[in-house]
């Protein structure tokens, strides 16, 4: 493919066991030129999230800069998902540790970046509470016209995840949601409805073990393993959410979508970070946010397995 093709791309994670396989996925696709990894806290402690960044992109042989982000969202502090991701961030699978971060923080990395860069750019994806990303772009919103689309795994129409309102990203960081929801960028927002359809069972696991032998394919393998499945799930497995994000850049044919209104309150009382959808036009809300709805499922693990599979 020829960069002329490939879409610039800065990703921010948290990693965090399905931030490890999204970020396999996107330096496996050649459809992505992954430019910077910004990082912050979320599933665990930054210093974790980082390592963990490091080591899976090291596992991969990718030579990306890893950039280290924020310990803390814009108001509060985060609050780990070790029932989910281990105390560890990747469910107890070690793996060699990774290379060094660049020097200088998440924000001014992605900042130095799309100050270099055309209007409309990069694509912004974001797996993570959204913090990094909040900070650069409000601190310097004119680069926003650098950017010609976020996608962030974040938010619900229903339920949350975290809380009974509201999904763990957004409710780790409302107002940074809230901030990239108002730059008046095209956002896709990959919810959790979106992601319930990645769900990991023991047969896609199977067939990740047939589709080859590399150390990648194997530590994406061990991790599924490991993560619990998810009462959500009805104990049927879990949701590999963050690389649905990953996944819309990379195959938007596996996907059926919509546009809608999305807002994020950020009140203290109990529907904090819960994100308003409105899918059906019920609001004076204008519809700018695409709103990944289906997802061929099957497509997907195909997709994630072949492309892992051409990983080291
Ligand atoms: C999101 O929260 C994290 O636990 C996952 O990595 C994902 O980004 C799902 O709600
Ligand atoms: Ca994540």
């Known amino acids: 493919m020829s960069s002329a093709t490939r879409r610039p791309v800065i990703l921010d994670c948290d990693p965090g066991t399905d ?7 996107a330096l496996a696709s050649p459809e992505i030129d992954l430019r910077l990894v910004t990082v912050s806290g979320g599933n665990v402690g930054l210093d974790r999230t980082l390592a963990n ?7 991969a042989g990718a030579c990306v800069p890893v950039a280290r982000g924020a310990e803390r969202p814009l108001l509060g502090r985060f609050r780990s998902e070790t029932a989910v991701h281990g105390d560890d961030g990747l469910a107890g699978v070690v793996l060699p540790r990774g290379g060094e971060a660049i020097g200088g923080l998440a ?7 799309l ?3 055309d209007p409309g750019e990069f694509t912004v994806v974001g797996i993570a509470p959204p913090t990094n990303l909040a900070l ?10 650098r950017i010609g689309e976020i996608v962030l795994m974040a938010g619900a129409w229903g339920e949350g995840n975290w809380t009974p309102a509201a999904e763990f990203n957004a409710a780790s960081d409302p107002e940074a949601l809230a901030v990239l929801l108002g730059l008046g960028v ?3 927002l990959v919810t959790l409805e979106l992601t319930a359809q990645a769900l990991v069972t023991p047969a896609r696991i199977e067939a990740l073990r047939r ?7 194997a530590a994406s393998r ?11 799930m009805g104990g049927r497995g879990h949701a590999l959410h963050d690389p649905c994000a990953v996944a819309w850049l990379v195959a938007p044919e596996l996907f059926g979508a919509r546009k809608a209104a999305v807002s994020v309150e950020c009140g203290q009382g109990p529907g904090r970070g819960r994100t308003h959808v409105d899918r059906w036009g019920k609001t004076k809300g204008e519809a700018t946010v695409t709103l990944p709805e289906t997802l061929d499922a099957d497509g997907f693990f195909a997709l994630l397995a072949e492309r892992l599979a051409r990983l080291p």
Do not use: F, K, N, Y
């Open 53 to 59: 960044a490091l080591a899976v992109t090291g596992l």
């Open 107 to 113: 924000a001014d990395a992605i900042r130095d970046l």
């Open 115 to 117: 100050r270099g860069a």
């Open 136 to 145: 650069a772009l409000a601190t310097e919103p004119a680069l926003a016209a």
């Open 222 to 232: 061990r991790i599924m393993e490991a993560t619990p499945p998810s009462r959500r």
């Open 186 to 188: 095209p956002v896709t």
């Open 19 to 25: 931030d490890a396989h999204a970020l396999w996925l």
């Open 211 to 217: 589709a080859g032998g590399g150390a990648c394919l």
